[in-house]
Structures are given as structure tokens and as C-alpha cells.
């Protein structure tokens, strides 16, 4: 049964029966994510990272919840404790995001202890529902003064308050809870909140946008889980609705308001219909949840404008507004994407934004197939989504630059805390991330030592992969069908091992020699040739099958496009999927004078007693030697200087 509950991993692919069809198209995703029941990762990189996780960090943030009085909000909501709101208007989210986080990690960990935890949570969330289903604490604890940006009554300020923001991350929570345990008390509470939602807004009902994007993919979700395809026409009218200006007839709020920003359309995404909005604008977490949302219009409804749209976007993004490690979101007071080649170091590059942009390229990939996409998704998971976590796993980034004067450091929770919980759900999300599959082909999107069961005609493949990844670039895995099988192996090769740091010109390396990579199977060299980023080996598999697939690491210095002009004369350090940094603590205290000639000599060794094992690179220049560790592991032994892009 479990298994089954979360066959869609990831997405929350569909268990009820699907939704009827009222448009011509697919229904689905043509490429299914491998459930991350079925993912076994046993991987020295990744496993700890999944065990501190479940461990250390869910604990913490529910812990940090209660204290801050997120849960209290809920409990005053429904009268079992006095007091005021308290908080920003969006802290219910922080509840709902960690109960998604806690059940994708009950899904493949169970623990009796953190079962019972939730069940006690949902039962404080649920006693906050008004009878008519309106579930937004920051008004029911009182109505009669809500809190700062919620606006007087119910929906009236939606640029601001988040209302709908919220009730999107309540359903992403009970589909998770749902597909995890089989358990409904959640669900119930977010198809009564989402049929609220679906009586007052329409195109026959009230006519308005959530400020904040998210409720449109909540809503698909639960579309998915209930087989009611009113959820989904829900979240295409609020898609389709975007672009008409909704809010501009509130009294605007004054410059130097903490509001102010909202008067403007461009930042909340409403100027322009979203398929017009060929150019990443705005807010970049509300962005990448917009984007998702939309490459599920395109893909389920097959709509060949939202097509165009979201592709275009990936090249808008990845083209011109994307730092080297992932990040997305450049301008700090807004958190907004910047104008074209607008990258300074100081950076934005919010730890939510790296969530949502993880989350809109596997979509990406389940439509088209393209190991672009997963090259971005790789990109910014082992770079700037990493970073917002410290390794022992209860101190996060929310802002993720890439220089530092040495006075930031990861904080324990924030007064605006959606990263922590954020990094959590897609953490324990991870293992569906790995494998994807469609009838004839199975994916190898990341290389992480794991194995999978995967269903094909019927029957099962199993897939193991073991490797040293990101350390090394040597995969050795074995097939064993359950007899023997014709399908395709669909192996991504990725962008860094073809001379390209990355899939645009935005980041080139400096010196783009490469020893190309070398796949075998059962030992016989098999050529490489490409379509969409794979090398695809057809063949009749049969259990014992071994493919190696080799993935030359050597040390790269990567440029940016000169329109970056912050990075102009300066170059980073990349090794695999990594990007490097320079730390102050292994530079004698300082970075910020440091030149590096690009033909200074590189090295690069495994330092187990380091950041919990990790690849170092020195250089060495006249007669100073350089260290450079990866950047996600920066600011885990105190405060000091930073830098990603050094002089040469
Ligand atoms: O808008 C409030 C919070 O700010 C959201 O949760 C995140 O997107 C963050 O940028
Ligand atoms: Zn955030």
C-alpha cells in the first residue's frame, strides 16, 4: 500500500483514478519520476546528507515552529489557547511544509515517533479550519485585527497576504502526508479549504491572483490525488488569469513601506498573461513556482502556448540570470531576477528559489526528456541549494552570495523562515530525483549510489549504481530485469564532461579541453552518441548486465559571459558538478587579495578529516599555494572572508 500511495514520488503522480478528460492531450507527464519508495540510496555523499535530514533538521525546525509560535497560531485559531497572532502572515506555511518534509521521510523511513508527532500537528492544524473550510490563522486568531498584510476581510489584499500562498503549501502537506501514511485527515482538510477556494474564485466567481505563486501546482496535486478535475481547471484559471493587473485598485502603499514593493505588478508576476512572459521577471521563489505550476498546464492540458512559455523561460533563466552555482534571484530588496547579465556576488539567490528551480526543471525533464534540465537541477542541488544548510544540519542560509566579507553565517530559523523546511522537503524528496522512466526507456538522471526497482511491461528491473560521485566521475551499475528485457538505458552525459559548464553561453570554461567520457557495457566500449543530453543504449538486457559509464573530472576554471561585469577578469573553479570557493580559514585569513593566473597549477585530493570528507583544489602561484573547497561547504567553521570568483 505504501509503496503504491507514493508511486508519484516527487510530483504526487496520480493514485485515484484520473481526472476526466475535457481537452484533447495528455494527461500525464510522458516521463514518470522512479517513486522514491522504490530508491534505495546508499550513498556516502547523499545518504548522511538524507540521514541528518530526518534526524536533525525536521526535529529542529518543528521544534523551532512551537517556539516561535507557529503552531500556537493554530492553536489560537481554535480557541484552545488565548493570545494574539503572532508572527509574519505566512507562518502557517512553515507548519505545512514541514509536515510535507516529515511525511516524504516517513514514506521510506518509518518511525512511529515522528508518525505520532504529525498526527498531533494535523489535528492542531485541523481545529483551525473555519466550518466553511477558510483555514489562514493570521485572520481567525482575530478577525477583527488580522495581522500586518492580510488585509481587512477574507481574499481582499491577495497581493499581499498570502492567503492563497498558504492554503497551496496545506495541500502540497496532505497529498505528501496522504501518499506517505494512507491516511486522510489531512486531505480532508485541504479538499474542504480547496473547494472554498473553488466556489469563490473563478471565471464565474471573484476574479483574482495569489501574490505569491504556489497554490496553482498545490492544486494539480490534489487534482491528481482525488481524480477531481476541478482542482486542475482551478489552477489553470488562476494561470490563465495572471496578467490583469489585480490589486492595483488597492490604496498603494507609501515608498519605504515593508509593502511597497507589492504595488508593482512585474515583481508578483501580473502585469503580462504568463504566456507573454517570455523573460524571468520578479520575485524568483514566486517565479520557479509559477514556472512549475505552468509546465503542468503545458503538459496536461497540452497547451502549446504554455509549451513555448516555459521553454522559453529555461533559456531566459539559464541564459542570462543564473549564477554559477544554481542561484537564482539577484536583486536583494525585491529577491527578485535582475535585467540580463545582472549578477552581482552579494548575490540574492534565495536557498527557496534553488527549491523551486529544482522543482520546475524535473518537470521540465518530464515533459521533453532533456538532459538539460536535469543539468540544471544537478547544478543547483550540489551548489546552491546545498549551501543552505550546514553540514551538521540545524543552520541554514537563507540568502546564498557568493562573496562574503566574512561577517554572514547560517542562523538557526529566521523571522521569515520558508528556506529551512523548504531545503528539508525536497531533501527528503531526494531519492525520487535519481531514476525516471517511460514505457521502453529507463533514466539515469543523477549519478548517486543507490538501487531501483522499476516497473517495465509488467515486470521488474532492478538498477543499482555504485560511485564516488561528486568526487569522482566512475558509475558502475548493474541491471538485473527480471528476465531478460529489450529497452533502452538512457544514461545523461552531463553538460560539465562535454567542454560545457553549463548548457548556454553564460559560463564557459577557460580552457574547454576534455577527455571525453567512456561508457562500457559488460566491459566493450560502447560509442557515445547524444540525443537530448543521453547516451541511449538499446539492447536485450539480462540480469548481471554491467555498464560503466567514466565522467573525466579534471579541475576547470569557468568564465562568465562578459556581460556579467561583476565577474569580468575573475574566474571560478568547478571540478564535476562542483563549484569551488575560496575560504578565509585555508587562505591565512583572507581572500580578498588573492590573484589567480588561469595557468596557475592546479591539484585536487580527498581530505576525509575535512567538511566530512571533501575533494580539496590548491593552485599554487609563485610561491603561495591556494586551497579551495566546495562552495556548499563554505561557513561551516566560523565566520570569515569568501570568495567564489577570484582575479586572475
Ligand atoms: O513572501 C514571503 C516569503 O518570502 C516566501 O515564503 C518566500 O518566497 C520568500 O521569498
Ligand atoms: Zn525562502
Redesign the pocket.
Known sequence: MRTLLVVAGVLGIALAPAPPRETAGPAEYPIKAVALTDVQVTDAFWAPRIATNRTVTIPHIIAENEKTGRVDNFRKAARTLQGPYQG?R?ND?DVYKIIEAASWSLAKYPDPALDRTLDELIAIVAAAQEPDGYIYTPRTVDPATPAAGAGPERWSWLHTS?EL?DQGHLYEAAVAYFQATGKRTLLQVAIKSADLVCRTFGPNGRRDVP??EEIELALVKLARVTGDRKYLDEAKFFLDERGRRHGVEHPTFEPGSRFFMYNDLAYRQDETPVTAQLQAVG????AT?LYSAMTDAATLLDDPAYARAVRALFADVTSKRMYVTGGLGSEGRT?AFGPDYVLPNRAYA?T??SV?GILWYHRLFLREGRADAIDTLERTLYNGYLSGVSLAGNTFF?QNPLVSNGTLQRSEYFD?A??PA?LSRLMAQLPGLIYAQQPGIVYVNLFVGSSARVYEAGKVIRISQATNYPWQGEVHMTVRPERQMDFTLALRIPSWAQGRPVISDLYRYAAPRYAPPVLRVNGAVVPIALTDGYARVRRRWKKGDVVDLSLPMPVQRVLAHDGVAEDRGKAALQRGPIVYCLEAIDNGGSVSTIRLPLDAATAHAFRSDLLNGVETITLTTGDRTVVAIPYYAWNNRGKGEMAVWVPY
Do not use: F, P
Open positions: 509574519q505566512y506555511t498570502h500562498y501574490g505569491h520575485h524568483a521563489v514566486r513556482y529577491e534565495e527557496c528559489a523551486g537563507y521569515v520558508c528556506c523548504n
